[in-house]
């Protein structure tokens, strides 16, 4: 399968955990992790199997054993998004959303390939099983002013591509919560709109709610010092809320740090039930709800399981996350 190798130090420069954390409690009611990267290899590559890098079918198998149903698989760059709308094609547990990452595209665009870039994108969007544009956005951590009009063409070209599909957009916003929004307003946001690992504020999750978006929390939720994504939970009607892994990064405590992976989910959900003060499985029913609101059933189109595709093959791509 394509991979790409997660870097095994922190952003510190610390080596990281490279061990897998073992099977969380199973849920009784099954969620969706609303966004993942399984083309993304964690792990260390020398330990013996369980703790090394994990086939995407590995990922789906341990996600099925703890009431995870299914994924979102998420593209950021034509590779990518091309190899989620090929696995999705052929398995069941997963979905894809296809895009031109914010920080990619700079890239395309000094290339003077951005067009031709979207123009698949656009391809890839009508295929059966591809739910939705993403992720894409603004990004102003990573990428400077030089790069920022690339971000933006691409970002509104985004939202008419989902527009013209019908399908959901998954917005990956970083250090842009107001131009963020701004440009939903102006180009006019697609029906289903989901901030991917919701990073604002109480105020600006009831903005979102109140535009009918969605907000999405990933295992950020949990950190300590993340006091701001604990108010807006609280702060949103339930049926605006989903919950994703955004694997194999930001891994919910008590893991934080350690690879991970769509079976965690359960970590983070409980944490956001015990914060609402809500009954676990209720949550769970909630959220399930809302995520087959926002991209359908899984079973809706079949899978046509192939062999010996060229998506198998390994690909090389910048971190996107």
């Not at 934080?256 to 769970?284: C, E, K, Q, W």
């Not at 359908?296 to 046509?304: C, K, L, Y």
């Not at 399981?305 to 198998?312: A, C, I, K, N, R």
Request: charged share 25%.
């Amino acid at each position: 399968m394509p991979r790409r190798q997660r870097d095994a130090t922190s952003e510190h420069g610390q080596k990281r955990d490279l061990s897998y954390p073992p099977l969380p409690e199973a849920l009784i009611v099954p969620v969706y992790d609303n966004h993942t990267h399984l083309e993304i290899a964690d792990g260390d590559p020398s330990a013996d199997s369980g703790s090394g890098p994990l086939d995407y079918r590995e990922q789906l198998d341990r996600a099925s054993s703890v009431g995870v149903r299914g994924v979102v698989q998420v593209g950021g760059d034509l590779e990518t998004s091309r190899w989620s709308a090929e696995m999705a094609a052929r398995e069941p547990r997963m979905l894809a959303a296809v895009a031109i990452h914010p920080n990619e595209a700079p890239r395309y665009e000094a290339a003077g390939t951005l067009d031709a870039a979207l123009a698949e994108i656009d391809e890839l969007a009508g295929r059966p099983r591809v739910r939705a544009v993403g992720e894409t956005g603004l990004d102003f951590f990573r990428t400077d002013e030089s790069g920022r009009g690339a971000q933006y063409r691409s970002f509104e070209a985004h939202i008419e591509i989902a527009k013209r599909h019908g399908i959901a957009m998954q917005i990956h916003d970083r250090d842009a919560h107001a131009e963020v929004i701004s440009t939903l307003r102006r180009s006019g946001a697609p029906e289903k709109t989901v901030f991917h690992c919701f990073s604002g504020d109480a105020d600006m999750a009831r903005l979102c709610a109140d535009n009918g978006w969605y907000l999405s929390f990933a295992g950020t939720v949990t950190f300590t010092n993340a006091g701001n994504l604990r108010d807006a939970l609280a702060a949103i009607p339930r049926d605006r809320i989903l919950v994703e892994t955004d694997a194999p990064y930001l891994t919910p405590s008590p893991h934080r740090g350690r690879p991970n992976a769509p079976y965690l989910i359960p970590h983070t959900l409980r944490f956001m039930a015990d914060h609402l003060g809500t009954d676990v499985s209720m949550l769970a029913a909630q959220i399930s709800s809302n995520t087959e609101l926002v991209y359908g059933s899984w079973d809706a189109e079949p899978v046509t399981p192939e062999q010996g595709s060229p998506y198998d093959e390994a690909i090389d791509s910048s971190d996107l996350a």
